[in-house]
């Protein structure tokens, strides 16, 4: 039964992933793309979890790889925020 739960998230990530690759294909914000990303990462994860022959979310590996994705978001975030130079948009009127 524990592995079906985790197939159901993982196929739940990866439609997340979609989602947010249908955004970046209509924006072509890296926003999305980032986010695409990153739960495309935490489904591979997930995935290895339940193919596994000891499923244990207690493995530094887990962690390490939850930590790259939530970094990827983190990332997007932050890069989203920081103010582009040399933008036009950005320099205001003329």
Known sequence: MNEVLIGAIAMGMVAAGLFFLRFWRRTHDRLFLYFAASFWLE???????????SPSE??????????VAYGLILVAI?????????????????
Request: aromatic fraction near 6%; charged fraction near 25%.
């Open 78 to 94: 932050a890069e989203k925020n920081t103010p582009r130079t040399g933008s036009t948009r950005d320099r205001g009127p003329a």
């Open 43 to 53: 489904a591979m994860n997930r995935l290895y979890l339940g193919l596994s022959d």
């Open 58 to 67: 207690g493995e530094p590996l887990h962690y390490a790889v939850r930590l």
